[in-house]
């Protein structure tokens, strides 16, 4: 298991001074925004506006501090997301843009290279044991509070911001113990190998 402390991630503002971008984890290593097979990362979103666009990747968006936005995914109608709502899975290429519904808002985001990786995003409200459910990777990433991780061969103790990395050969099975009330998120990432 590897463990990513909040304080070793990295924040960037963005270009239209709309927010900034906590990367939590990247594959491969050092990836660029072109290069990356698949990134996890925190959003502070300020102000209205765009998504910027992400040809051939495959987006999740889950909100879990604010009152929540209305995204917009193409021509279809506006979809409402606020902390404890289901997380919306939308292609990077297509025109996406949000309004705050009321002040800033944080979101957690997943994104994937199509035909390298796929993922599914899930809200953990309560201490559960899992499996890898055919995925190859887990990250495991607490809320408000922190989450205790344990796996056959480590355990780890997690803060908000914090992030547990197991992969499947290793860990085969897990745990996951939410501290307080507000659960935390699990990422699945399932890699595709050319045949």
Do not use: Q
């Not at 193409?74 to 309004?99: Q, Y």
């Not at 459910?133 to 809320?143: F, M, Q, R, S």
């Amino acid at each position: 298991m590897k463990v990513i402390r909040a304080v070793d991630c990295r924040t960037t503002p963005w270009k239209n001074g709309g927010g900034s971008t906590t990367e939590i984890a990247a594959e491969p290593s050092g990836a660029s925004l072109d290069t990356f097979d698949w990134r996890v990362s925190m959003a502070k979103v300020a102000s209205d506006g765009p998504f910027s666009e992400f040809p051939g990747i495959d987006r999740t968006l889950a909100v879990i501090k604010g009152s929540g936005l209305l995204l917009t995914i193409g021509s279809n109608a506006p979809v409402t997301v606020e902390p404890g709502s289901d997380p919306v899975h939308f292609a990077g290429d297509i025109a996406t843009s949000a309004r705050l519904i009321a002040g800033e808002i944080t979101d957690l985001n997943v994104m994937t290279r199509r035909g390298r990786f796929s993922h599914r995003l899930l809200r953990i409200p309560e201490s559960v044991s899992c499996d890898f459910d055919g995925h190859n990777i887990a990250v495991v990433l607490p809320l408000d509070s922190g989450a205790a991780v344990t796996s056959k061969r480590d355990v780890a103790a997690l803060d908000h911001g914090d992030a547990a990395i197991l992969v499947r050969e290793r860990d085969t099975c897990f745990r996951i113990a939410p501290v307080g009330t507000s659960g935390c998120y699990l990422v699945l990432l399932r890699e595709h190998r050319a045949d």
